[in-house]
């Protein structure tokens, strides 16, 4: 039953117990039910103790819970194996589960692991670990199963019941030439509704997707998702097929990425920790540089305004009004930005819609601008004036202050919609061209536009 | 090859050319090669003509196209189908992705759909509508392979090859009693390495998830990727199964649920429609709720400028900080809230957390406020009263800006981080206090920080 969540505390509290009493086969008898990734979080709050719990477990689900725990927790647990132990769960790993612990241990760790790995799973690892970090190559795996065009499907279920105990999936079979080049797909499912003298040759798929192992880790795993694939084959420049990139890992992938937007959105710098695992120190560098420079770069607002001074002085109502006005900008253009963004990176806008999307932008934002100007020129006259009784709110005022906001509106949701799809086309990534980059920018157009307004129609 | 994107256009432009020649029987060779998904894009671009290419296709293909066509294509496609066409396309269908098709239509659409299903298959849609929209139930589907557990291995396979055609997927199988009570799980990959005389009782997995009709499908597709699994059993309250939901489908929920949480919190009423498919009117309406209460409780930060107005006009110079100081905040507040927001949807931080939490942004906000106070000290003194000469920057006016950072740091974190939480805690959506929510509070908040200390250290 998926009810884990509620009895996380619970059971930790009785996994202490049995602990403290030394009561470890009713321990084990206690675990061996668990999902593997369940006992992965129980273990973060065990410490120390891990390495006991740990070797508790049957090998086989040892070595899936070792997979699921924190690149932390692994080193603890590394450390405290014997040479034998260790190479029992290396021997248990898939391959792209290897290669991801592999990346986030220390030197002289991995030294280890790559010394008790058998030499052919070494290699192996040495050759995923020269790809670029977030390219296909590096979250691939090389466990999969190959079948030859010639051979009749009997054949080949003999080469999945024979090789097929050490494959990350069987569920798609790919099928290489005499020179590895990838020529067709097939699934499990054709193998099995097939007849028994089928040749692989003839009912194999011969249109599939297959991507290159310098391809973003990203597109790979839009494309997985995008065709509904369980693996998607990754191929060399000569186009032979050198591994698979799973749906499990696809989804991670993906998961990770809307993260790593979140988080240039909001103007943080991009770490692949969980939050409560990062130390302060950590979160602080993280957060600080964008802060800084976003709070330097609000230099220009405040020239802006001491430029201004005297009009300010001469009608000081219209001051109150700023926090208002920088807000909704900040506000509208946020909106436009993160709507562009998001369609960007699930290929729903490309650059070739830019005119498109800066005409519908333009419509929404008079349409915003217009009624919110009503509503607040009625909010001004009602309230402020009539209500509060602040005789210096004039209809003039509310003119003005009303008429900015229209501008606002119209030059936040026009810059918070362009400058994602030009980051994209330069390059860079629109998650960067975010709400506080927009709003700093919105905030030096929005009083431009009020004083020019102020100064025009009252006359300061 | 995954080149797709890049000859998007080019071939859309030979689709044409070959439609306007009548070329029929090259452009069938054409497609055929291509992806469901890509054939889709491309429809997108052929308005009208969409019928014609679509009767083209094999029948198989064609279907596949179908559903992952936009729902206005599928409605155009459907009013121009003959009721023969309708039926054929419909028993080629997987039942989840009726169902969807079914969501979307207009009543008399939904009623000639139905009509023309088959009587088993029409219960079952039925019996799916009934469940909320964004319930496992809702997102499953009932073509799912169930075995005995008293079968042999022999006779799971003879059932699967007679049953597997119509199924969504066979890579999963689901052991049930006489009651359709699920009592157990068991991959095509166990049953492929199994003796053919092996009975399913005994190797079939009995530890194993599930999750209820009701559950969120938020959840049930977290669970599907926490677990690395292909497909989940949905079962009703009495423990029978009813259903499943598989990996694709949990795959598209996740990329949803981010889109939404965008969507929030950047202040947009979430949409399910991408985002040039939205109507200028849609968009409007969608952006212009909050953007107006966002703008009304701005009165507030008014009411406070205007109840200290002497003191700004005492000491003018104060002015020109504010939207430094409310921009600095804002984004302070966003990078918590943010933070928090993604780690409770991940499930990494828990309402259990809400003191380390507090007790880890306290820290970070002091370190990060120290931090800016001094780069914004250093900026005032070298940049506005050295280089540009503005005499009324004096260090006590620095002191009361810098102070007014470090308070309003503090809060902004505390507020961004706390807020998310309550919400979860009452059963609201965390994303919802997002951004522009908690800018508009510290805003408020750090003006009366800033004249509180204005007060206090310049005596105005």
């Given at each position: 039953?998926f ?6 505390a ?5 996994i202490?117990?049995?602990?403290s009493?030394?009561?470890y ?10 999902e ?9 709050g ?19 819970v070792f ?7 692994q080193?603890?647990?590394?450390r ?6 260790l190479?029992?769960?290396?021997d248990?790993?898939?391959?792209d ?10 030197a002289?760790v991995?030294?280890?692991i ?16 020269k790809?670029p ?10 466990e999969f199963v190959d079948?030859k065009?010639?051979?009749t ?28 080049h ?19 040759g ?11 192992t ?10 997985l998702?995008?065709?509904?694939f ?23 992938v993906?998961?990770e990425?809307?993260?790593?937007d ?21 979160t602080?560098?993280?957060r ?24 300010l ?10 926090p208002m ?15 562009i ?8 806008v ?8 800066l005409?519908?932008e333009?419509?929404?934002?008079l ?10 020129f009625?909010?001004?006259m ?7 009784h602040?005789p210096s ?21 026009l810059v918070?919609?362009?400058?994602p ?6 390059g ?7 709400s506080?980059?927009i709003s700093?920018?919105v905030?030096a157009l ?12 009252l006359?300061?």
């Amino acid at each position: 039953m998926f009810e884990f969540e509620n009895e996380r505390a619970e059971l930790l509290e009785k996994i202490e117990d049995l602990l403290s009493r030394k009561r470890y086969a009713e321990l084990r008898g206690l675990l061996i039910p668990l999902e593997a990734a369940d006992i992965a979080v129980l273990c973060a709050g065990l410490d120390e103790r891990v390495p006991l719990v740990f070797r508790l477990l049957p090998k086989e689900q040892a070595a899936e819970v070792f997979v699921e725990l924190d690149s932390d927790e692994q080193e603890l647990l590394i450390r405290s194996f014997s040479n034998t132990e260790l190479k029992e769960v290396l021997d248990e790993l898939y391959l792209d589960d290897t290669v991801d612990i592999v990346e986030e241990m220390p030197a002289n760790v991995v030294k280890r692991i790559l010394k008790h790995s058998d030499p052919e799973i070494r290699k192996s690892i040495n050759e995923i670990l020269k790809y670029p970090e977030d390219s296909a190559g590096s979250i691939m795996t090389t466990e999969f199963v190959d079948l030859k065009a010639t051979m009749t499907v009997e054949d080949a279920f003999k080469r999945i019941r024979r090789t097929g105990p050490d494959k990350e999936t069987i569920n798609v079979c790919y099928v290489i030439d005499a020179n590895r080049h990838l020529i067709g797909v097939l699934s499990i499912r054709t193998l099995l509704l097939a007849e028994e003298d089928d040749v692989i040759g003839d009912i194999m798929e011969q249109n599939f997707i297959s991507v290159h192992t310098l391809d973003d880790q990203e597109t790979t795993a839009n494309a997985l998702s995008k065709y509904d694939f369980l693996a998607l084959p990754v191929v060399d420049t000569e186009n032979r097929l050198v591994g698979i990139v799973t749906v499990d890992d696809a989804m991670d992938v993906l998961q990770e990425e809307a993260t790593e937007d979140f988080e240039k959105m909001a103007a943080i710098l991009p770490s692949d920790k969980p939050y409560l695992k990062t130390s302060v120190f950590e979160t602080w560098k993280a957060r600080t540089p964008w802060l800084l420079l976003l709070m330097l770069s609000a230099t220009f607002t405040g020239i802006i305004m001491t430029h201004f001074e005297n009009a300010l002085m001469s009608c000081a109502i219209l001051t109150s009004f700023i926090p208002m006005l920088s807000g909704t900008g900040g506000n509208s253009g946020t909106q436009a930005s993160t709507a562009i963004i998001r369609a960007l990176s699930l290929g729903e806008v490309h650059f070739s819609d830019t005119l498109r999307v800066l005409w519908k932008e333009l419509r929404v934002s008079l349409m915003c601008g217009v009624c919110l100007a009503a509503a607040n020129f009625v909010k001004m006259m009602l309230v402020d004036r009539w209500l509060l009784h602040n005789p210096s709110v004039t209809p003039m005022v509310a003119l003005v202050v009303c008429s900015t906001l229209v501008g606002t509106v119209l030059c936040a949701k026009l810059v918070g919609c362009s400058l994602p799809i030009l980051a994209e086309k330069l390059g860079f990534d629109p998650a960067v061209m975010a709400s506080p980059f927009i709003s700093t920018i919105v905030d030096a157009l929005s009083l431009l536009i009020y004083f020019r307004f102020a100064i025009s129609i009252l006359g300061i």
